[in-house]
C-alpha cells in the first residue's frame, strides 16, 4: 500500500465551530479538509458550545502554547432554578429550586461580586486529568474527586438581559475560566442554582469570530486556503 502524501499547508484557520461537536473533531474536520498530517485546536469548547475555535494546521501546530493563554471573550446565558451534574443543560438534572423572588438588582450584585480574581474549582466534566485519566472520563462512571481550586480572572462581565429566569450576559476573562463553573457559582451565591442554557465563543486576544470559517465552508477548499494564516503571520 503506498504511503499517504499530505500537503504541506502551514498556519492557523479561524472555525466557528457548531454546536453538537466536540472540538477535536472539529479541528479533525479541518485535517481532512486540508489534507495536511496534523491538525491541533488552541483552548476547548464543550459539545454544547458554538463560536471561535482557533485551529493550527501542519508544523504550526509547534505554535499552540502561543495562543492557549490568551483572553477570552464569551456570550452566553445562564438558566436559574436548575442545577446539572455537567453544569449545562447536556447534563443530567440534579435539583430544581425556585428562582421567582431573585430580581434584575439581585442578578447584578451577584455578577458583580464574581469580578477581579476568583478562585474557581474545575467542573468534573471537564479535560482536566487526575492521575492520567481525564476528569470527564470519570464522571462518566459517577466517580468525583477532589479538584484543587485555580484562579481566573473576570475582567468584565455585562449583564445583557435578564427574563424569564434567564441571565443573558457578555464576559471577558482569562484563560482558563470555566464559565460553567461561573455560572454555579452564582446560581449558589443567588441560591437557587444555575446551569450554562448557551455558550458561543467571540473573541481569542485579537482574534474574532466574525472572521472565522464557518463549517460548511470547510466543503470548499479554494474558501479555506483563502482563510488560511500563514505561520509566518503568526511569528
Do not use: W
Not at 133 to 142: M, P, T, V
Not at 206 to 221: C, G, Q, S, T, Y
Amino acid at each position: 500500500m503506498p504511503e499517504r502524501v499530505y500537503n504541506d499547508f502551514s498556519g492557523m484557520l479561524l472555525l466557528d465551530k457548531p454546536a453538537g461537536i466536540t472540538s477535536f473533531k472539529a479541528a479533525h474536520a479541518v485535517k481532512k479538509c486540508l489534507n495536511v498530517k496534523k491538525t491541533g485546536h488552541c483552548g476547548t469548547l464543550d459539545p454544547l458550545a458554538t463560536g471561535l475555535l482557533l485551529v493550527l494546521a501542519g508544523s504550526s501546530t509547534k505554535l499552540q502554547d502561543r495562543f492557549m493563554k490568551k483572553d477570552k471573550v464569551y456570550r452566553s446565558s445562564f438558566l436559574l432554578g436548575t442545577e446539572t451534574d455537567s453544569g449545562d443543560l447536556d447534563g443530567k438534572i440534579i435539583q430544581k429550586k425556585d428562582f421567582s423572588h431573585i430580581g434584575v438588582e439581585d442578578v447584578k450584585k451577584a455578577i458583580k461580586n464574581f469580578e477581579g480574581e476568583i478562585l474557581q474549582i474545575p467542573p468534573m466534566f471537564s479535560a482536566l486529568k487526575h492521575k492520567g485519566k481525564k476528569l470527564y472520563e470519570l464522571a462518566r462512571k459517577g466517580i468525583e474527586v477532589e479538584r484543587t481550586p485555580r484562579k481566573a480572572v473576570i475582567k468584565n462581565a455585562e449583564l445583557l438581559s435578564y427574563e424569564n429566569g434567564i441571565i443573558d450576559l457578555r464576559i471577558e476573562c482569562s484563560s482558563g475560566t470555566y464559565i460553567r463553573t461561573l455560572a454555579k457559582d452564582i446560581g449558589d451565591y443567588l441560591g437557587c442554582g444555575a446551569a450554562v442554557n448557551s455558550l458561543r465563543r467571540e473573541k481569542i486576544g485579537n482574534f474574532d469570530v466574525k472572521d472565522a470559517l464557518k463549517f460548511d465552508d470547510l466543503r470548499d477548499m479554494e474558501i479555506v486556503k483563502s482563510k488560511l494564516i500563514k505561520k509566518e503571520d503568526l511569528l
